[in-house]
């Protein structure tokens, strides 16, 4: 397998920055897209359970209703794509049993002999668990795989905090599918004269950050 040679991954790194600016006549190719959401699903996750949904959207008309209910940024509508990261708000059986199922289809093995495997998954998912503070962290998990995998293949990116959940949820239908938004990433090419584009990253030094023992 070809590796990347390091120096490459860190200048990617280094280029990109939360776009505040989009060039709206600039679209993401489809092969990239495609790319960029094969990376999203192979985002690690607790026990592999991928309890999230990734809401992919690129529609104006409801773009424009979900700017309004995201203090009005223009990432939302400007972008190529847009992307609403959700986590699950329950964990029931059926998830473990879909996961489980699905682990058997793969490897070729019997959902019998993975018994023991969903007794521990349910013993740490009992009753009382904060599954979506949980899931919404693995939501978070696959956005850092999303924003590192859009800066390998050049593609701009912005994650944005800045929106009411609760309304991106009824705007979406979220609530009804057992799923609750966490985060929003926006994806696509950064404007011309977008001031932020020239502005030197700002980082500490590896040396402050960094704990070596």
């Not at 094969?38 to 992919?56: E, R, T």
């Not at 104006?60 to 223009?74: C, F, H, N, Y």
């Not at 309304?167 to 404007?191: C, F, M, N, P």
Request: proline content about 3%.
């Amino acid at each position: 397998m070809a590796v990347v040679p390091a120096s490459n991954v860190l200048d990617q790194l280094r280029w990109r920055y939360a776009v505040k600016k989009f060039d709206s006549s600039k679209k993401i190719p489809a092969e990239t897209w495609a790319a960029l959401e094969h990376a999203i699903v192979l985002s690690p996750s607790s026990y592999g359970l991928q309890l999230w949904k990734f809401v992919v959207i690129t529609d104006p008309a409801l773009r424009e209703k979900l700017k309004a209910v995201s203090w009005g940024q223009t990432q939302i509508t400007d972008a190529s794509h847009l992307v609403v990261f959700c986590g699950r708000t329950g964990v029931t059986e059926a998830d473990l049993d879909r996961h489980i199922g699905r682990m058997a289809q793969v490897r070729g093995v019997s959902a019998d002999s993975l018994a023991d495997y969903k007794k521990m998954m349910m013993g740490t998912t009992r009753a009382g668990f904060p599954a979506v503070e949980w899931t919404a962290r693995q939501a978070y998990i696959a956005l850092g795989v999303f924003l590192t995998s859009a800066a390998l293949l050049g593609v701009d990116a912005c994650p944005m905090e800045g929106f009411e959940n609760e309304k991106y949820d009824v705007i979406l239908g979220l609530k009804e599918q057992g799923y609750a938004s966490a985060v929003v990433a926006t994806a696509g090419y950064r404007a011309t004269d977008d001031k932020y584009a020239e502005a030197a990253k700002v980082r500490f030094d590896v040396n402050d950050v960094i704990d070596r023992r």
